[in-house]
């Protein structure tokens, strides 16, 4: 590779990839304990950062007083560190799949780290307010260090999808035939992790206030920084230990370029712009420039666009929260700190139960006995799993709850436990909004089982050598860095604006500005996931085809629930398995995205352009292949 962009091995070379890739395991296939110590890391590491959010966000009243801020210019601190993150997760995401993410997790933490000594330098002593310099070497090293933070933070979210991959995947996915050598199913799926990693993003800011606000109650400032650097060795010990998930000396992309007649294997460096142009890149800069193409044809999808929006203000009216619940224990009830921070750590308490609903075991598809369940997906009627139920409750009730806190932010004549109880409630719900976004991008936008891998399998075959892809879901990874950056951008907005809009509008009016502007996105977010349109994803050629081998599934699916009837013992997804195996003689050629239906019912989420079944419309040839 020394000097090269990619190499192209033509079939008639007899170079087996598939062999030479085989004795480099990938962090898919290790032993479930060692995935979850890595995962707990990352989730640690990404709650390490909302951790220091939120500490600098309750230093905040010291800190003005001893730079003799009498203007609040202390609060930018955080709205330029959530610059700076987004600044880095928006643009250079797409480095470490070229170089591997260790490096850049270990290069970042140890950088952010001096740069917390001038800020607990900066509020050492009372300082005079004609004297700017001690303000701004705060404001500046914060600004840094956002920006050095996020080399860090872009990785923490895509490595559980390196261990787990990026799907969702119930036993009964909606239209889709249930496979078990699917290659997105290779990992075993993020399931509950994904709820925990949502608690370490958005928890933790209200777990920092609190440490910050206690430390201000009793100690100088300083110490919350003191605090910070602590911290921050703690998580870099961890990620010293943690074994890497993508080791640069292995980061190889694979894929099958064909040339007319031809056909050859393309090994490169580098993933996003193998994966654009199926070239490698011949410097970082180059995989970088792709990766800013990808996000630009991500964000330029109304659906996912919607979705993103949603996911952020939604980041940020948690952050508004943690805000103006501060503000409002602290100037109305007139608490110490330390209660300030006990009281606004019950929204962290709130989203923390959120957790286990991540895991969609009580309305599976799966429970449905006796019935078609490939036939219910696609019948008119509500069939209530346990991600539309997350969706109902969640897009109904976040508003509501938002304009409660709004009537009872009033004073002193609310008890002082219902804003609490009502802030907590709103953190429960911004959980599961945000975890059911994360879900909906990675549902939707993974192609994995539609890109070559490296290694394949035959039904038969051993389990070791289950059919693997070493993709790093490049459509996925951009549409997270897309939705963090708009979260950390609308969150630096409410952060400087926040406390302006609260004294010029006062608590109850800033509040619900925050209130009917969820109300909008909740509208938009719902009407992005409304199936309105049935599309064809199988070629007219194959539709009679496959019509009769759905025509002899369900007779045999009929025979078999009568047989069960009679004799008892089997379930109904035991009877579906076996009627798919007693019509596997009738079913049609191979066809991408293994649909039971000619048709599937589409939101306009799924249209867009870059999703997965937009990419097997193009693969089966039903739409132009560069379409929409």
């Not at 979850?36 to 640690?44: G, L, Q």
């Not at 009243?61 to 330029?80: E, R, S």
Request: hydrophobic share 45%; aromatic share 10%; net charge positive.
């Amino acid at each position: 590779m020394k000097g090269r962009s990619h190499v192209s091995l033509k079939e008639t070379q007899g170079v087996n990839v598939a062999h030479l890739y085989n004795d480099r395991g990938v962090a898919r296939d290790w032993s479930p304990q060692r995935k979850r110590c890595v995962a707990t890391v990352a989730c640690i590491s990404t709650a390490m950062i909302g951790v220091l959010i939120g500490i600098y966000a309750g230093l905040v009243p010291a800190l003005q007083y001893y730079i003799g801020d009498d203007k609040h210019y202390t609060i930018l601190g955080n709205v330029f560190f959530y610059l700076g993150l987004a600044v880095t997760t928006l643009l250079f995401w797409p480095l470490p799949l070229l170089h591997g993410r260790k490096p850049y997790i270990l290069t970042s933490l140890i950088l952010a780290m001096p740069l917390l000594y001038p800020q607990a330098i900066s509020v050492a002593e009372i300082r005079s307010p004609f004297v700017h310099t001690w303000r701004w070497c705060l404001l500046g090293s914060r600004a840094f260090m956002g920006l050095v933070l996020g080399f860090a933070s872009m990785n923490f979210h895509s490595i559980l999808t390196d261990l787990f991959g990026a799907s969702l995947m119930s036993s009964y996915p909606h239209q889709e035939l249930a496979d078990k050598y699917d290659v997105r199913r290779h990992g075993g799926g993020m399931g509950v992790w994904l709820g925990i990693w949502t608690w370490c993003f958005m928890g933790s800011l209200a777990v920092g206030f609190f440490i910050g606000a206690a430390i201000i109650n009793t100690q100088h400032p300083s110490w919350g920084f003191y605090v910070s650097i602590i911290i921050l060795a703690f998580v870099m010990v961890l990620n010293v230990v943690c074994p890497e998930t993508r080791p640069s000396a292995y980061r190889r992309s694979v894929m099958e370029v064909r040339d007319g007649d031809e056909i050859s294997t393309r090994i490169a460096r580098g993933e996003v712009m193998m994966h654009r142009v199926k070239t490698g890149p011949r410097w970082w800069g180059e995989e970088v420039y792709h990766g800013l193409r990808l996000s630009v044809e991500m964000i330029s999808q109304p659906g996912f666009a919607a979705v993103a929006l949603y996911f952020g203000w939604t980041y940020c009216q948690f952050v508004l929260i943690i805000i103006l619940l501060g503000s409002l224990t602290s100037r109305y009830y007139s608490l110490r700190s330390s209660l300030v921070g006990l009281c606004v750590a019950g929204v962290a308490v709130g989203a923390l139960v959120g957790v286990p609903f991540q895991k969609a075991n009580i309305f599976s598809r799966a429970r449905y006995r006796q019935k078609d369940l490939a036939h219910q997906s696609r019948a008119r009627r509500v069939a209530w799993t346990s991600h539309l139920l997350r969706r109902t409750v969640f897009t109904a009730l976040l508003p509501l709850m938002s304009m409660a806190y709004s009537l009872a932010s009033r004073g002193t004549s609310t008890p002082i436990v219902i804003p609490v109880a009502l802030a907590a409630v709103i953190g429960f719900l911004s959980c599961l909004a945000v975890a059911e976004c994360n879900g909906l991008i990675m549902e939707t936008f993974d192609c994995s089982d539609l890109q070559p891998a490296t290694s394949r399998r035959r039904r038969t075959g051993s389990p070791k050598r289950l059919r693997r892809n070493f993709s790093s879901f490049p459509r996925v990874t951009a549409g997270f860095a897309i939705s963090h950056a708009i979260a950390f951008i609308l969150a630096a907005g409410t952060t400087g604006v926040g406390g302006l809009v609260r004294r010029r509008l006062g608590q109850q009016a800033a509040t619900g500005v925050g209130s009917g502007i969820l109300v909008a996105l909740t509208a938009l977010f719902s009407a992005v996931l409304v199936r309105f349109k049935t599309v064809q994803v199988v070629p007219e050629t194959e539709t009679s085809k496959m019509e009769k081998w759905d025509e002899v599934r369900r007779h045999s699916l009929r025979r078999r629930s009568a047989a069960r009837s009679e004799g008892g013992g089997r379930t109904a997804g035991d009877d579906l398995q076996g009627a798919l195996q007693d019509a596997e003689p009738w079913r049609p050629p191979l066809v991408l995205g293994s649909p039971t239906h000619p048709t599937r019912r589409m939101n306009l989420l799924e249209l867009g352009s870059m999703t997965r079944w937009s990419e097997i419309r193009r693969k089966n040839r039903v739409i132009d292949e560069w379409s929409n």
